[in-house]
T-cell receptor, first 112, second 111 residues
C-alpha cells in the first residue's frame, strides 16, 4: 500500500507570492490533515478535511486555505507569503480521523 | 484547550543507556500516539495507546498510558545510535483528524 505522498518536496518562493501544496493520502483514507512545523513552534495543526469538507481548523490566518477533492487528495494554499511562513508543511491521512494518522515526508517551503 | 507537555526537550546519552520521555497534560485524551521523526522527513507512527494503564512494548521501546489518560511515557532500554531522532507525543479529539503535539524530545545517542 502506498504511503502519503506530498509534492513538491522543496519549494522556494518570494514574499508576496502564493503557493499550492499537494497531498495524496493512503488509499481508502478519507481524513486529511495539514500541519506546519517550525523549530520555534513545533508541529501546529492547520486544518482537517473529511469527505471534501473542512472539519476542523487551527489558529492560522485566512491566508492559509485548503480543499479536498472527491478522491480524497488535498491541496493547501498560502497566499501573500511572509518570511515567517517558511516551514515544513506536513500532511497526514487517516481512515476517518481519531488516532492512527500517517504522515507524508512533507514539503519544505522557504520564503525569501 | 488541550495541551501536551513533553520532557525533557533534549537528551544526549551514550549507547547502551536507558532513558524515559514523558508526555503530560491536564486534559483527558481518548488516545495518545508516539511518533519518531528524522530530519527532513515526516513523523512515523510508533504506537497508539488507548486504554488507561495500558503498556505496549515495541522491541526495546516501552510505552505507558496513565490510568487517568492524561499522561504517557516512552522508555527506551539499551539505546542504540539508530534511536537518534525527534520523539513526539500527540493526541486529539476522538473521531477527528486534529492532533495536538507535544514540543518533542530530541534524542541523541552517541556511540
Amino acid at each position: 500500500k502506498a504511503g502519503v505522498t506530498q509534492t513538491p518536496r522543496y519549494l522556494i518562493k518570494t514574499r508576496g507570492q502564493q503557493v499550492t501544496l499537494s497531498c495524496s493520502p493512503i488509499s481508502g483514507h478519507r481524513s486529511v490533515s495539514w500541519y506546519q512545523q517550525t523549530p520555534g513552534q513545533g508541529l501546529q495543526f492547520l486544518f482537517e478535511y473529511f469527505s471534501e469538507t473542512q472539519r476542523n481548523k487551527g489558529n492560522f490566518p485566512g491566508r492559509f486555505s485548503g480543499r479536498q477533492f472527491s478522491n480524497s487528495r488535498s491541496e493547501m494554499n498560502v497566499s501573500t507569503l511572509e518570511l515567517g511562513d517558511s516551514a515544513l508543511y506536513l500532511c497526514a491521512s487517516s481512515l476517518v480521523g481519531g488516532g492512527r494518522a500517517f504522515f507524508g515526508q512533507g514539503t519544505r517551503l522557504t520564503v525569501v | 484547550t488541550q495541551l501536551l507537555e513533553q520532557s525533557p526537550q533534549f537528551l544526549s546519552i551514550q549507547e547502551g543507556e536507558n532513558l524515559t520521555v514523558y508526555c503530560n497534560s491536564s486534559s483527558v485524551f481518548s488516545s495518545l500516539q508516539w511518533y519518531r521523526q528524522e530530519p527532513g522527513e515526516g513523523p512515523v507512527l510508533l504506537v497508539t495507546v488507548v486504554t488507561g494503564g495500558e503498556v505496549k512494548k515495541l522491541k526495546r521501546l516501552t510505552f505507558q498510558f496513565g490510568d487517568a489518560r492524561k499522561d504517557s511515557s516512552l522508555h527506551i532500554t539499551a539505546a542504540q545510535t539508530g534511536d537518534t531522532g525527534l520523539y513526539l507525543c500527540a493526541g486529539g479529539p476522538s473521531n477527528t483528524g486534529k492532533l495536538i503535539f507535544g514540543q518533542g524530545t530530541t534524542l541523541q545517542v552517541k556511540p
